[in-house]
Antibody, heavy 121, light 107 residues
Framework: EVQLVESGGGLVQPGGSLRLSCAAS????????MEWVRQAPGKGLEWVGR??????????EYAASVKGRFAISRDDSKKTLSLQMNGLKSEDTAVYYC????????????WGRGTLVTVSS | DIQLTQSPSLVSASVGDRVTITCRAG??????LAWYQQKPGEAPNLLIY???TLQSGVPSRFSGSGSGTEFTLTITSLQPEDFAAYYC?????????FGGGTKVEIK
């Protein structure tokens, strides 16, 4: 079964750090671009960033709201995507989803169930 | 950033109705547009990509059209399981952006 499972969410104080993980199974992880998308409580979807595949030299792209604070990495041997979040702000409170895509033309076809990050003192 | 404007933001409809949602892009995105359905407490689900290509496993009552800056998602004969939120997304230019969403509720 094709599956993505996020973990690592929780409560963190403003200015703190958190590392999210996304475990993939059931498909050739190394072939795919991988994405992070977040959704604040009661709000819409916001793209966070992308990790391209090996063929694209694992290049990353980020939303302006997280650039310089968040970092995406991947370990193809472990089929794991990570999101290192530093300098967290209250506005980073959201459910964080990982998703896969074959490339920009194809949309995000598989999503995890998400993990909740709450930034609060 | 490319802004995506969805309209309407709320649709009240009955089972069997035809529903059309519009997504307008702030600049030309060719056909780099996807549509998603999201039910409460669940992750989004890809319905349409490349503006008009139906994702595998998605019922044929869903269809997408458009190119450039204007796109539509049409649901023919609305079913009970279709009451949900719908989002468009542009994949042409970084940062990737989503529309604000359209909620389809029971009339």
């Amino acid at each position: 079964e094709v599956q993505l499972v996020e973990s690592g969410g929780g409560l963190v104080q403003p200015g703190g750090s958190l590392r999210l993980s996304c475990a993939a199974s059931g498909f050739t992880f190394s072939d795919h671009y991988m994405e992070w998308v977040r959704q604040a409580p009661g709000k819409g979807l916001e793209w966070v960033g992308r990790s391209k595949n090996k063929a694209q030299r694992y290049a990353t792209e980020y939303a302006a709201s997280v650039k310089g604070r968040f970092a995406i990495s991947r370990d193809d041997s472990k089929k794991t995507l990570s999101l290192q979040m530093n300098g967290l702000k209250s506005e980073d409170t959201a459910v964080y989803y990982c998703a896969r895509t074959r490339g920009s033309y194809y949309g995000f076809d598989i999503w995890g169930r998400g993990t909740l990050v709450t930034v609060s003192s | 950033d490319i802004q995506l404007t969805q309209s309407p933001s709320l649709v009240s409809a009955s089972v069997g109705d035809r529903v059309t949602i519009t997504c307008r892009a702030g600049q030309d995105i060719y056909t780099y547009l996807a549509w998603y359905q999201q039910k409460p407490g669940e992750a989004p689900n890809l319905l349409i990509y490349a503006a008009s290509t139906l994702q595998s496993g998605v019922p044929s009552r869903f269809s997408g059209s458009g190119s450039g800056t204007e796109f539509t998602l049409t649901i023919t004969s609305l079913q009970p399981e279709d009451f949900a939120a719908y989002y468009c997304q542009q994949l042409n230019t970084y940062p990737l952006t989503f529309g604000g969403g359209t909620k389809v509720e029971i009339k």
